[in-house]
């Protein structure tokens, strides 16, 4: 049986196309909401060549077909759908089921949003382990070559390659945020770019101060979102709800015209005028913030700054730090911060735990290459596909950075540089800190990684994330 009859039969045994409110899939499986739920037949789907098993959960008939053949069978049933998987035609327009309480609906959108994106970021993190090591004059010149040696074609080429996914982020998240909501995916994608768009000025270089933010009406500051993951998620989420609203209120004769126009006008407004201030303020409180916390004595810093940092990210937050980190370096010539923030590789050992521990190869298939991107440096596969979704892991990541940034503090490490953290961090301490550095992350990553083994990880919660 190939894909395609696989993909027929089982439309044909949920009861026929009429009778799917809608079809998605996530990494295993193909996930469909069914308007009768008798009409379906689970014994004979689970008896189809290469389906792995069945079950219903939260109004979802979802079938387990494995990683890889679930994106092409879902392929295959979305042509049989006419195009219309997500949302069938005839069910168009129906508002969102709530299923479950509002925690297991926010984590089940939030999965949503953020699994089928986890692909590009864990390949951006390889990526950006290779270019450390290519551009670094200590190890290239182990093979009597330097920094300076490299073509500039080719360090140009590995910059698109480490640098694409997170400087349009946001346009990732609004696609998927739309898509969940049942919005257009393209207008996502639109209103991703208009955040990162080149007019505006780059978020990092206003949270290093070399540029200033547009200010509007004398009191608004207004910048792009590059790297930013909640101020794009929420912009998705007012998008995906404007555009649906506009539907409702605009005559069918003017639709195509004025939804799209409504859509991207009211979602843009929001997002630079309403949601940017917000969080500009946000950024400033942080900036604050951490500068009391680093003047605190006894290593009490250290472990505050450990331990929350990485929320830092998850807020959109994170760029007013590249100000204090360059004016660190600037004045004294090192980085404070960077070795107080040892939360990444506190990220792989909570991620790497829940993968050896967990029984679901779903689970696993996410979790370990996860790990391996956080001890690279990119924590969002570990974040929002595995520690955030399951809790109780991310608290013990959060425990692992604390207890690494105390130890970071108390043996006063100091950074030659910033941007690199986990496995290639260890370019920044290329003297005789490194073994103190290493000493500290394998501390983080232990200290998380028996946490979440021994008690932040049991099999309630794989079944709630399984299930979700």
């Known amino acids: 049986m190939n894909n395609q009859e696989l993909a027929r039969e089982i439309i044909k045994l949920v009861g026929g ?71 069938s035609k005839s069910n168009q327009n129906k508002p969102r089921k709530k299923r479950g309480n509002a925690f297991q609906r926010g984590i089940r959108i939030f999965g949503d949003v953020f699994v089928p994106i986890i692909p590009a970021l864990v ?52 696609w998927s945020t739309f898509r969940v909501f049942g919005g257009s995916p393209v207008l996502g994608i639109v209103i991703g770019l208009m955040l990162v768009n080149p007019a505006l000025p780059n ?25 930013s993951v909640l101020p794009a998620l929420i912009a998705g989420i007012l998008g995906a709800k404007l555009e649906k609203f506009y539907r409702t209120k605009v005559p069918n004769a003017l639709d195509l015209i004025l939804v799209p126009f409504l859509t991207l006008l009211s979602a843009i407004v929001i997002a630079l005028f309403i949601i940017g201030p917000i969080f500009h303020g946000l950024e400033l409180l942080v900036l604050q913030g951490v500068t009391f916390i680093l003047e605190l004595p006894f290593g009490i810093g250290g472990l505050i700054y450990g331990s ?55 689970l696993k298939q996410i979790a370990y290459p996860s790990s391996l991107s956080a001890a690279l440096g990119i924590t969002e596969p570990a974040y929002f596909g595995v520690t955030l979704p ?36 260890m370019l920044l301490y290329l003297n005789e800190q490194l073994p103190l550095y290493i000493l500290v992350n394998a501390v983080s990553f232990s200290v998380a990684f028996i946490l979440t083994y021994t008690i932040g990880f049991n099999k309630s919660l794989e079944d709630q994330y399984i299930n979700r």
């Open 17 to 87: 196309k009429e009778n799917i409110e809608s079809m998605t899939h996530c990494a295993t499986r193909l996930r469909i909401e069914v308007i009768d739920k008798e009409k379906i037949n689970k014994e004979q789907t689970e008896e189809l060549d290469k389906v792995k098993g069945t079950f219903f959960n939260s109004g979802q008939f979802q079938v387990i077909l494995g990683t890889g053949l679930v994106n092409k069978v879902y392929a295959e049933a979305d042509k049989l759908m006419d195009g219309n998987s997500e949302s």
């Open 123 to 174: 390949a951006t993190g390889l990526f950006m382990g290779l270019r450390s090591l290519l551009i670094q004059d200590d190890i290239l010149g182990l093979i009597g070559l330097s920094a300076d040696s490299i073509p500039e074609q080719l360090l140009t080429f590995t910059q698109v390659l480490t640098d694409t996914a997170f400087a349009f982020l946001p346009v990732l998240i609004c």
């Open 203 to 227: 978020a990092y270089e206003v949270g290093a101060g070399s540029v200033d933010p547009l200010v509007f009406f004398n009191f608004i500051n207004v910048s792009g979102y590059q790297g």
């Open 308 to 362: 929350f940092s990485q929320l830092l990210g998850i807020f959109g937050v994170h760029h007013i730090i590249s100000f204090l980190e360059i004016n660190m370096l600037t004045q004294t010539g090192w980085n404070l911060l960077n070795p107080i923030a040892p939360g990444n590789v506190a990220q792989a050992g909570a991620v790497l735990a829940v993968a050896i521990k967990a029984r679901s190869q779903k």
């Open 390 to 425: 399951l809790v109780k892991p991310f608290i013990m990541a959060m425990i692992g950075g604390g207890v690494g940034g105390f130890l970071a503090s108390i043996f006063h490490l100091k950074a030659t540089g910033m941007a690199l953290t986990g496995i290639p961090g």
